[in-house]
Structure formats: C-alpha cells, structure tokens
C-alpha cells in the first residue's frame, strides 16, 4: 500500500523505498501467490513529489524503475487496484503490473509534461500503441476509467464502493489456478514484449541522446516558468498555471 495519503501518495524517496522493500517480501513469502498494490486514502498515487524532501544519506538508494521491473519479472500476479488518481509514475506503475482494476471515478493520464518532465517509465506505448500513446505522453490530459479501459490501460471498471472486494475476487481466481501455468503464461507474454525491445524502452535513459534531452527538459521557457511559481507562490498557484489549459 502506497502510505502517503496527506500528499495523495506522490512519489518521494520514502514511498519508493517502502515499496521496493514491500515487493521484495511479497516475492520471498511462499504463501503470498497474489500480489495486491494500492493506495492508502482517496487516491492510487498522484506522481512524484515535486516538494518532496532528500532523501537521507545513510539510506540506500533505490531507484522505481528497479522496483517495477521486479514486478515484471517476479512470477506471482500483481494486480493494481485504482481509485482515484493514478497519474504520472503511478499511472505508470499501475501499467507495469499485470492487471490493473479501477474504480469508477478513477482517472489516468501523463500528466508530467505539464511542467516538462519526461515519463520515468516508458510503458505506456506497450499498452495502448503508438497513437494513444502520443496523445497520453504529448498533451498531458486526464482519462477517464471507461476511456481508459478502451484503450487498454486498464483490465476492469467496477463501481467505487466495490473496488476493493472486485481486486480480492479478481485475485482470489488466480489464486485458485495452477501456480506454475500462472508464472509460465505471465513469463512468455512478458518475453512477447522483451523481443518487440520493451526493457531497452523503459532504460531509455541508457541512451546519451535522450538523456541530454531529458535534462534539458526543466530549463525551457514554459518549464522553468512553472517550477518558479511552485518556489515561489506554492502549490496552488503552480496547479492552477498547469492546469489552465488541460482538462
């Protein structure tokens, strides 16, 4: 469970750490043959924390990329179940487990180019293809859960109050099936996308090119104007120039 809920579980050091520690046991414990990842409170994760704080330097670093890639690698079922917002890395996260359930007032989106950030994990163009892709990466706008279905980032819309019984039945029914045929077919789907260059996407970073690219992203004109206004005039001013144009 992603326990941030004061800030809508955004990504910060201390949510990757736990979850990439919360992963590892679930994969080690023999009597775990579901995996569940939610978020505590009103929504699923609401993406990185731009006001989060540093990480302490006697703590391990543990990067998500890592994290998720453990979770498509690891044998066992990962189902996330979604309410609310799940938008830049946690729409992302969400998109690396292996079914994703959401809940009817749930919305999705690439939020991050808003103010210039580029996608931390490139899944989503092995999800909905290349048009749908674009239009999530290169506008920025929010989805509904039914738009969402349609293209593919999610398995099931269930009403919100059903959610979490909906994610325990849905897993409960893996659960029931062979184990090992469960682990196989998750395997050979996974190596469909491996041939088709899916890892070399998502370590996209590897390439000089674009990595250049991606650190120049924060000082252009539009970028660098919007983090001024979260420096210096907070939250609120910064959402409301962000948002102004997307809906």
């Not at 520690?21 to 609401?46: M, N, Q, S, W, Y």
């Not at 990067?63 to 179940?81: H, Q, Y």
């Not at 991050?112 to 920025?140: C, D, N, S, W, Y």
Request: glycine share 8%; with cysteine; net charge neutral.
């Amino acid at each position: 469970t992603f326990n941030r809920p004061l800030v809508l579980n955004a990504v910060d050091w201390s949510l990757t750490y736990h979850f990439s520690k919360a992963i590892a046991r679930a994969e080690a414990d023999e009597t775990a043959r579901a995996v569940i990842v939610r978020g505590a409170g009103r929504t699923f994760c609401a993406g990185g924390d731009l006001q989060g704080s540093k990480r302490p330097d006697d703590l391990e670093p543990v990067n998500m990329l890592d994290t998720v890639l453990r979770i498509w690698r690891m044998p066992k079922p990962v189902i996330a179940s979604v309410r609310g917002h799940a938008v830049g890395q946690g729409v992302e996260i969400a998109g690396m487990c292996d079914f994703t359930i959401a809940a009817e007032d749930a919305q999705f989106g690439e939020i991050q180019i808003r103010h210039g950030f580029p996608p931390p994990m490139l899944v989503t163009p092995f999800l909905v293809g290349t048009k749908q892709a674009k239009e999530l990466m290169m506008t920025g706008d929010l989805f509904d859960a039914q738009t969402a279905l349609r293209m593919g980032l999610v398995n099931r819309v269930v009403p919100t109050d059903q959610l979490d019984d909906a994610t325990r039945a849905f897993a409960a029914r893996l659960v029931s099936l062979p184990p090992t045929t469960v682990a196989l077919n998750k395997l050979l789907v996974n190596r469909v996308h491996e041939l088709a260059g899916f890892v070399d996407g998502m370590q996209w970073r590897d390439d000089p090119v674009l990595n250049e690219l991606a650190s120049a992203t924060r000082g252009d004109t539009v970028s660098a104007a919007r983090l001024d206004t979260l420096r210096e005039q907070g939250w609120e001013a910064f959402k409301r120039q962000r948002d102004e144009h997307h809906r």
